[in-house]
């Protein structure tokens, strides 16, 4: 097989593109996981976490996947037979819920179109009509990777206090933390479930649960089994900037470095650039005349956009070709959407000549695969990066001469 030479385009809506700078980060040499540099490291990393989350309570970190931060996040606060409202969003909100009732939950889960978010207005209804409290939970995904679409949490946490229900908020971030707006404290979330391998720019090695304290007190009568993602022992040596077991070591040099790169740009920097870059991929799309699978605009990703394909084209088709002939690889349509969308990502460490560069990808593999199209999706994205370029940035270009 011949060298693809250049950069291969990893434009799947994660793992992301982790930056030169993390990746030398994660290289350094390994230190005394029971050393004080080892403490300041790890009060620093827990410090941050939180500054993204906007989190005030503690933040727990497990060398995981984003399955095992869905299943702490369950196991920490509920009891067998507990019942957990949740909402068919997508693909990953199905998954979701299959683990809550692989652990003896009851779940009433409410059957959804996957061109939605959360209705705010059936989360009112469906607690005020439980006027004994009988749901322990109402658990959802911020933003949904199979679909491109965010479900409103701030909404969602009004219906809930307007319902007067005393149940807990669970949001699953791991698409949108350090890509879409979320406000840990502000919206009363009470455990968050986040991943390091999207916005937070490492690999996916690092299962992330936010808490608040109601939280923490439902954590004391919890009685669903746990060892290895109990809280308790995780916070208490977290006290002293420690793990109850060897923690991967280098990877939180990683996420140290990303974290520093994340504030150096400033959050709303951050989430700026993820919110412009999704509406020049929204606009590429509408110009080839394909559909975006999202139809609530309110509810738009900043971090992907899902393309729906023209009745009788294969999704995989194009996306094979696209990988073979230009080296990008494209996400996956996953569940009931198999071979009928295909993913741009857009988030992480993302400039706008990468964006360009992606768009570019997928209009010449759309030609390729002989995918009814027209011309100039690339072009409708370049003018609105143009029109909208930080300001910063002209002034660079005009002193630049």
């Not at 250049?6 to 050393?35: C, E, K, M, W, Y």
């Not at 959804?112 to 705010?120: C, I």
């Not at 669970?170 to 455990?191: F, M, N, P, Q, T």
């Not at 650039?273 to 990703?301: D, F, I, K, N």
Request: glycine share 12%; aromatic share 8%; net charge negative.
């Amino acid at each position: 097989m011949a060298y693809p030479s250049g950069r291969h385009f990893l434009q799947i809506p994660g793992p992301t593109n982790i930056p030169d700078r993390v990746l030398r980060a994660l290289a350094a040499p390994t230190i005394d996981h029971r050393g004080p540099g080892f403490s300041r490291l790890a009060r620093e990393v827990l410090e941050g976490l939180g500054r993204v989350f906007g989190c005030s309570g503690p933040v727990v970190v497990f060398p995981s996947s984003g399955t095992g931060a869905w299943e702490a996040a369950l196991v920490n606060t509920l009891s067998p037979g507990d019942r957990v409202l949740m909402f068919e969003t997508g693909h990953f909100a199905a998954l979701w819920c299959g683990v809550a009732r692989r652990l003896g939950l009851e779940v009433e889960f409410v059957p959804g179109d996957w061109r939605h978010g959360v209705d705010p207005g059936e989360v009112r209804r469906r607690l005020a009509a439980d006027w004994r409290g009988e749901t322990k939970a109402v658990a959802v995904v911020h933003n949904e990777t199979s679909t491109g679409c965010t479900s409103r949490i701030a909404e969602i946490r009004e219906a809930m206090d307007e319902a007067g229900h005393p149940a807990l908020f669970l949001v699953d971030v791991i698409s949108s933390l350090g890509s879409i707006e979320y406000r840990h404290d502000e919206w009363g979330v009470d455990v968050v479930v986040g991943w390091s391998q999207k916005g937070l720019l490492l690999p996916p090695v690092r299962g992330i649960n936010a808490l608040s304290e109601r939280a923490l007190e439902a954590s004391r009568g919890a009685r669903l089994p746990r060892s290895y993602w109990d809280w308790r022992p995780m916070l208490e040596s977290n006290e002293e900037g420690y793990f109850p077991y060897t923690p991967p070591t280098n990877l939180l040099f990683g996420l140290r470095e990303a974290l520093a790169m994340l504030f150096e740009e400033g959050l709303e920097n951050v989430l700026a650039r993820h919110r412009r870059h999704a509406e020049a991929t929204r606009r590429a799309v509408r110009a080839w005349g394909l559909e975006v699978l999202c139809l609530e605009p309110a509810e738009y990703s900043a971090s992907l956009t899902a393309v729906l394909m023209p009745e009788g084209h294969d999704a995989d088709l194009l996306r094979r070709l696209v990988l073979e002939r230009f080296n990008m690889s494209l996400g996956a349509g996953l569940g009931k959407l198999a071979g009928r969308v295909f993913r741009i990502g857009h988030l992480g460490d993302l400039n706008d000549l990468m964006l360009v560069g992606t768009l570019g990808g997928v209009e010449m593999g759309l030609s390729v695969a002989g995918v009814p199209h027209s011309k100039g999706g690339v072009m409708a994205a370049m003018e609105y990066l143009v029109e909208t370029a930080p300001v910063a940035g002209r002034r660079a270009v005009a002193a630049g001469g």
